[in-house]
């Protein structure tokens, strides 16, 4: 990239050098910070409205804090490209997210300014908490500043953190970026009280003015004036919530104004203490169109700045999170007792029709995973029927709820899994990996997994008519494109389907893995199994086939361990039956950032790999039926 145009910018690989400019450059530093985010996420796509949002903050942070021997935390990382920029990313930001670039999120291994891996919300403040007792510990001066948006004080997590850190007193500051948004619009009291601020000034002035009159009282009128000073400050600002949590609190602040921000921090950064810093911002800053629809640009893929993002003139295929909307919606037509929803996820689960339509039914809990799952159990308690529309990531969040609250008491909640599988360009922290593991083990649950756009609308009404609960695991994006019926059909519960018969050879494929196995069980005439069910399996089938079959693949888009290929081997154990088994799906590993294509031929779950792996295990040569013409 020509960086002719950005001639401060050109000169800072590391913070240090940024901290040799004079603080009157700073304004003209944020524009070309901010002019260089946007051409580059412009080229490669990524998350850009956060970013645009926090450059004024990211320098002054980096300008006042010696990082990184000083600990700066990021939470979520949507808001961090330019915080990689500055600290020695700015030549391979153009391939951000790529499989050969940098992540989009703070990655520990990848720079040591990234203090602590994120890419799920609201867990700053306690990694913040950690790092700032260490360091006490040890006596040294190090300072520790954690950034966490507001819409990641609506998670559980958070508050446990600031209250933990107002009983033990560290030396921690906290900056609270408020721009009223995470990825959908903020929601809770906790946002409407954000809504209402006043001007920090004027408690400021008041509260050093009534200190000076106190110290010259009588002890009952300092005991009455400092009850009044507590009603006065509700009123004011709200702080109150914090102070009361054992942290100072300061601002609002322009989060926008550089020099505002340098003065503010220098000062903060000689305090002692639990303290909190509320920066006002506003999501998409600088570029007009994405701060009129920051949802739009949270993250977009490559597009021209001049032109903004255009929808596509020609008709899709519908993706798996279109085909869950439209199901929603007609069930909810058919069913008054039907909810949606969501923890902070509308547009990315497809509940933005659903909200529409039927605002008095759709709940969203902000990023509160824990409470979505139990508020579902809760409503299924009164004979609800509630869908609770999540990242297999994100209910990973919500397990202890997920045993507790909804498995033991056998409660019928529909869990829709978006997100399932290896999801791309988010990489490890969003890959949905690990669902089959963690929720074949409970008992009560109902686990399935369609092979195509039909059978997912199929399997969401089956789901829906159990008395207990159950999954439906989808990946992200399209399928393999089978038309849905419109129907509100339900498939008989754990009940498998051969796709193909063949001979010696049996693959039982669950979801997004019966593709693979259709073709290449097509050149090595198998028998192909589109299992459906992960709990309950079809039991009936997989003797059936053991019986006719020496050998067994089982294929699944989820780890080996512990996965539906396991219960697979269990079911045959149980049965008494030993057969030759490989079981395909994911390494005992993580998998980073990239495209899908190029993560599933990295792990071997592409046709061409598939084909290769089983290959390799029958220990003869296959001839495609291409190649045999």
């Not at 939470?75 to 940098?102: A, M, N």
């Not at 260490?134 to 500043?145: E, F, H, L």
């Not at 361990?561 to 005992?588: F, N, S, Y």
Request: charged share 25%; glycine share 10%; hydrophobic share 40%.
């Amino acid at each position: 990239m020509d960086m002719s145009a950005y001639p401060l910018l050109e000169g800072i690989d590391e913070p240090a050098h940024l901290r040799e400019l004079p603080q009157g450059q700073l304004p003209r530093l944020t524009e070309q910070l901010r002019d260089f985010l946007l051409e580059s996420v412009a080229r490669s796509g990524g998350h850009l409205a956060a970013g645009l949002g926090a450059v004024e903050l990211t320098v002054a942070l980096h300008y006042v804090l010696n990082t990184p021997y000083d600990r700066l935390v990021w939470d979520v990382g949507h808001q961090c490209y330019p915080h990689k920029i500055l600290t020695g990313r700015r030549r391979e930001i153009s391939r951000v997210r790529k499989i050969d670039g940098p992540a989009g999120f703070p990655v520990r291994d990848e720079s040591p300014y990234d203090t602590f891996g994120v890419g799920h919300s609201s867990t700053a403040i306690s990694a913040a908490l950690g790092m700032a007792l260490a360091s006490r510990n040890r006596g040294d001066q190090r300072k520790t500043c954690a950034v966490i948006g507001d819409g990641g004080l609506t998670a559980g997590e958070a508050f446990e953190a600031l209250n933990h850190a107002g009983d033990v007193r560290p030396d921690l500051l906290v900056v609270l970026n408020d721009n009223e948004m995470s990825i959908s619009e903020n929601v809770g009291a906790l946002n409407k009280t954000f809504a209402r601020l006043l001007a920090g000034g004027v408690y400021g002035n008041f509260r050093a003015e009534a200190k000076n009159m106190l110290e010259h009282m009588p002890t009952p009128m300092r005991e009455f004036a400092k009850l009044a000073e507590e009603h006065v400050k509700g009123m004011l600002v709200p702080g109150t919530f914090f102070e009361e949590l054992g942290f100072q609190y300061f601002g609002p602040v322009d989060g926008h104004d550089v020099d505002e921000l340098v003065t503010v921090l220098g000062r903060l950064r000689e305090m002692d203490g639990p303290r909190i810093l509320h920066c006002v911002t506003r999501k998409g800053k600088g570029y007009a169109k994405a701060e009129a629809n920051p949802i739009a640009y949270h993250g977009v893929k490559a597009f021209d700045p001049a032109a903004g993002l255009k929808s596509s003139a020609e008709p899709a295929p519908p993706t798996y999170t279109e085909v869950f909307s439209d199901w929603l919606c007609d069930m909810a037509e058919q069913e008054p007792r039907l909810w949606g929803i969501t923890p902070a996820m509308r547009e990315g689960s497809g509940l933005v029709e659903f909200a529409k339509r039927f605002p008095e039914r759709y709940l969203d809990t902000a990023i509160a995973e824990q409470h979505a799952v139990t508020l579902a159990g809760g409503l299924a308690c009164e004979g609800e029927k509630p869908v609770l529309a999540i990242y297999s990531t994100f209910l990973q969040r919500g397990y202890d709820q997920l045993i507790h609250d909804i498995a033991l008491q056998n409660l019928p909640v529909l869990f829709a899994l978006d997100r399932a599988g290896l999801v791309g360009a988010d990489g490890a922290t969003h890959h949905g990996v690990f669902d089959f593991s963690y929720m074949r083990c409970l008992p009560n649950l109902t686990i399935m997994a369609p092979a195509d756009e039909r059978e997912c609308r199929q399997m969401l009404s089956t789901g829906l008519s159990l008395d207990g609960p159950a999954s439906v695991r989808y990946p992200r994006g399209k399928g393999p494109g089978a038309v849905p019926d419109q129907s509100l059909e339900t498939l008989p519960v754990g009940r498998a389907e051969i796709r193909r018969e063949g001979r010696d050879v049996a693959l039982l494929a669950f979801g997004t893995m019966v593709a693979p196995a259709e073709a290449v069980g097509a050149e090595l005439d198998a028998t192909v199994v589109n299992m459906r069910f992960v709990k309950p399996l079809d039991e009936a089938c997989i003797c059936d086939i053991a019986e006719r079959h020496e050998r067994i693949i089982t294929l699944e888009e989820n780890v080996i361990a512990g996965g539906a290929g396991a219960g697979v081997a269990e079911a045959l154990a149980a049965m008494g039956l030993e057969r030759e088994l490989l079981h395909i799906g994911l390494p005992d590993s993580f998998v980073h950032h990239g495209e899908r294509d190029e993560q599933l031929e990295l792990v071997g779950l592409d046709t061409a790999g598939v084909r290769d792996r089983i290959v390799a295990w029958l220990g003869r040569e296959v001839v495609s039926p291409v190649s045999s013409q």
